[in-house]
């Protein structure tokens, strides 16, 4: 693993000097940042977020271009977090707003997000699992006649310098362990040598259908790090140079699983869990800069 193509200089003294600090830590702790931070101002960084909802998931990308992306929006109790955190920076208009499937840990915190943001558009999965969550999604969606759309594999969108491919579905899947996690929409988003592959809860049975998954720069790690979303067949495929676990802390799931921890040491491939809080990814699109404390996976 080489780390030294992504840090600047600065980064590297800084890094130095907190692994002085952290003697006994492991992995490399970054420039700690300012919550005000701003974000995509000079027109060239890509800013992404990984945000601590708890048990869930939730991903905001500030774009070159000053548009935002937001995927998926935490479980309910987290709505008003994510609200505040986008407020925090600035974000009137979400421009694209991804539900990647139907289960309230992704989507609980929606409501919020659509009542108090401008929405250029919401891509959707096209499972309708049926819960009261997503009926009630769908009807603010149709309330405020926001665009809706439920793309599948091949469509492929720009915004500005930054590309979001879909991955899958590719077919409606029916009969698997989890209908809804199955026919989950994946993304690849692109700024230049970087890439982010964003895998929501997609088990087994989806992935088989995309395999093998293309490779990626920052992998989302599927289902919370459950034993039936990552395998070391998807770490030799996708081949990231980061792995985000996104997960709550002590959570009744167990999650997440421990032959994923396992697969993700053995293939020396540094972890970051929103579980210990949400961090930022910044990039150009040739190098990044990771911001976060420093944790140790170790222990
Ligand atoms: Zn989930």
Known sequence: ???????GTNSKILLIALFILFTGTTYFAVNFWSPKASQGTDNKTLSFYAIDVGQGDSFAFFLPDGKTILIDAGPEDAGKKVVSFLKDRGVKKIDLLVATHGHSDHIGGMHKVLRNFEIGKVWDSGFNH?????RDLY?????????F???????????????VEVI???????????DANNNCLVLKITYGEISFLMTADMEREERATVQPLPHATIL???H???YNGTDTRVLREVQPSIIILSYGKNNSYGYPHKSVIKIIKKEGIPRYDTADGTFKIE?????MKISRNSVNYDK
């Open 168 to 178: 899958a579905p590719t077919i409606l899947l029916r009969n698997t362990r989890s």
């Open 149 to 163: 759309g439920r793309p599948k594999r091949g469509y492929a969108e720009q915004f500005g310098d930054v590309n």
């Open 1 to 7: 693993m080489n780390f030294k193509k992504h840090f």
């Open 224 to 226: 919370h790090g459950s």
């Open 139 to 147: 009807k603010i969606i149709k309330k405020k006649d926001i665009p």
């Open 283 to 287: 990039t150009d699109g040739s190098e």
């Open 130 to 134: 049926g819960s009261r969550i997503q």
């Open 220 to 222: 989302k790690a599927s």
